[in-house]
């Protein structure tokens, strides 16, 4: 799975956007790019996942560049309960052997939204 | 809520001590993951079974294992507990065997003294 890079941290107020970026810039072409998020403590939540379209959910929108090699979740209006970690994730959706459904979770980007 | 649910909520155990943490998946789902998540290691994929069997393996120690039963639910069992194993434990669920979408419980938080 190719590996990803995101902020560690960002803030936002309440009512703006929140775009949070993701690089990872050593994507191949069959690889899907998944957000989650995990609100303190509590499991983590699927938001979204694309491959090369921008895709929109009622949750969030990715933006997905042109070459693949970075992406964007956008929270367009975003409001203080949307504060959490938000992991960027990229795999193959069929990958079989050792690691069928395997999400590898980094660091992610702490978002705080503020009042 | 996601659907998926997990008991106990809250383990406080001994270290060298055997505890079973049990997970539930939405209706319809075959597939059953767990991660753990800890302080230091972040969210660590542990293992996933799906309709019964086991499907991949993560850096599972030896002294956990787990298992998927007819009904589909599932159970972790993790056994000579260290103080290192304090942690919160996900169990996930999905329809297919792949990873589009996981639904996670609420977790069981574990204490190890």
């Known amino acids: 799975d190719a590996k990803t890079t995101q902020p560690p941290s960002m803030d936002c107020a309440e009512g703006r956007a929140a775009n949070l970026p993701c690089n990872h810039s050593?994507?191949?072409?069959?690889?899907?790019v998944y957000w989650y998020r995990q609100i303190h403590s509590q499991g983590p939540q699927y938001i979204i996942h694309?491959?090369?379209n921008n895709e929109t959910n009622e949750m969030a929108s990715l933006i997905i560049t042109e070459d693949r090699k970075s992406s964007t979740l956008i929270l367009p209006h975003a409001t203080l309960r949307d504060t959490a970690v938000y992991y960027c994730i990229v795999r193959v959706p069929h990958a079989g052997g050792t690691s069928y459904g395997k999400l590898t979770f980094g660091q992610g980007t702490i978002l705080t939204v503020h009042p | 809520d996601s659907g998926v649910t997990q008991t106990p909520k809250h383990l406080i155990t001994a270290t060298g001590q055997r505890v079973t943490l049990r997970c539930s998946p939405r209706s319809g789902d075959l597939s059953v993951y767990w991660y753990q998540q800890s302080l230091d290691q972040g969210l660590q994929f542990l293992i996933q079974?799906?309709?019964?069997?086991?499907?991949a393996k993560g850096n599972i120690l030896e002294r956990f294992s787990a298992q998927q039963f007819p009904d589909l639910h599932s159970e972790l069992n993790l056994s000579s507990l260290e103080l290192g194993d304090s942690a919160l434990y996900f169990c996930?669920?999905?329809?297919?065997?792949?990873?589009?979408?996981?639904?996670f419980g609420p977790g069981t938080r574990l204490t190890v003294t």
């Open positions: 694309g491959l090369k």
């Open positions: 050593t994507i191949s072409g069959n690889e899907y």
């Open positions: 996930a669920s999905s329809v297919a065997l792949t990873a589009y979408e996981q639904y």
């Open positions: 079974y799906y309709n019964g069997e086991e499907r």
